[in-house]
């Protein structure tokens, strides 16, 4: 009895600690506007590059330029740009609307 008192006790720990982990991966993912203020918005929106917001880029088209790079534009490692926090940040920007405040090349 106390042996099974003690078992349960283990894995209810042990199922704590596996959701505090995933919590926390949840929580290491940048939002979209995150990525982009921090990442895009060095250069879009600043005269470097073409704004981006407000055109509907096709979500596609945004992961691959992100992944590729063109030109002037460096391409972004997954160790930069997680692929959950890129397929997020490409229908964001799809489907963002223009910043008035921005300004391209
Ligand atoms: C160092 C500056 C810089 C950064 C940072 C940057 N870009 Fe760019 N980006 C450019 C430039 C310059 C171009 C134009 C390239 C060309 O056409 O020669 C461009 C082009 C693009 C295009 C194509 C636009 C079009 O008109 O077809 C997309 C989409 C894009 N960038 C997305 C992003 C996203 C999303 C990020 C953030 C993850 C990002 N870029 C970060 C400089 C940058």
Redesign the pocket.
């Known amino acids: 009895m106390k042996r099974a008192a003690l078992l349960a006790a283990g894995l209810a720990l042990a199922g704590t600690a596996q959701a505090a982990q995933k919590l926390g991966e949840v929580q290491a993912q940048r939002s979209p506007e995150q990525?982009?203020s921090a990442?895009?918005g060095?250069?879009?929106g600043k005269n470097?590059?073409?704004v981006?917001r407000g055109r509907a880029?096709p979500a596609e088209?945004?992961e691959y330029?992100?992944r590729h790079g063109?030109?002037?534009?460096?391409a972004?490692r997954p160790t930069e740009?997680t692929p959950a926090e890129l397929k997020a940040?490409a229908v964001w920007?799809q489907n963002s609307a223009a910043d008035p405040k921005e300004h391209g090349q």
């Open positions: 990525v982009y990442v895009c060095y250069c879009h470097v590059g073409p981006i880029l088209a945004v330029q992100v063109l030109n002037a534009m460096p972004f740009i940040l920007v």
